[in-house]
């Protein structure tokens, strides 16, 4: 079994996607859809269907070509490295999900921008960010808005009932495929 998340900004047809797959020569992978993402099973033919498949996404799906793909291990681990989990009680939290790796100084920017402000905490772990702030969703765009100029490159703000709700489809993808078994 080879797993992945995919994480994006707009609602994809997956019909339209599956279509897409199968006429690149990849057949019967398992799409299992949840809300913000979905989760594929590349069992029969590996990393380069995960390539593959975040490539359609991207080009075909996704108009400003941001899509995020993680294994479920990254995913787990995004939640257990959580440095601000005992800083947030009464914020509300985000995980920042980036397609390339992040430049040490261009962190160091982001989080000297977040600091002087009292409504957000920013932190940066191996697997992405961790975003907290006390507000509206508008404070979030802006705050995450000048993370991003400061990093520059964009990120995908996710919940975590997001995270665990993919890691929680995948473990069930896998109950399933093991019970036939």
């Not at 057949?27 to 359609?56: P, S």
Request: with cysteine; net charge negative; hydrophobic share 40%.
């Amino acid at each position: 079994m080879h797993p992945y998340v995919a994480f994006f900004n707009e609602d994809v047809p997956l019909r339209q996607l599956k279509d897409s797959l199968e006429n690149d020569g990849f057949e019967n992978i398992d799409i299992l859809h949840f809300a913000g993402g979905l989760v594929f099973d590349t069992e029969n033919y590996g990393d380069e269907a995960a390539t593959k498949l975040e490539h359609i996404l991207e080009e075909e799906f996704d108009e400003d070509g941001f899509v995020i793909v993680r294994s479920r291990v990254r995913l787990s681990r995004l939640l257990q490295e959580n440095p601000l989990l005992d800083e947030c009680q009464e914020y509300r939290t985000r995980f920042l999900l980036f397609e390339r790796p992040l430049i040490d100084s261009r962190k160091q920017a982001a989080l000297a921008w977040a600091e002087p402000h009292p409504s957000f905490r920013l932190r940066f772990g191996r697997e992405g960010g961790y975003l907290c702030f006390k507000g509206e969703t508008d404070r979030l765009k802006r705050g995450l808005s000048q993370i991003e100029e400061k990093l520059r490159q964009p990120a995908l703000a996710v919940t975590e009932d997001m995270v665990e709700r993919a890691i929680e489809v995948v473990g069930e993808h896998e109950a399933r495929l093991e019970a036939s078994l």
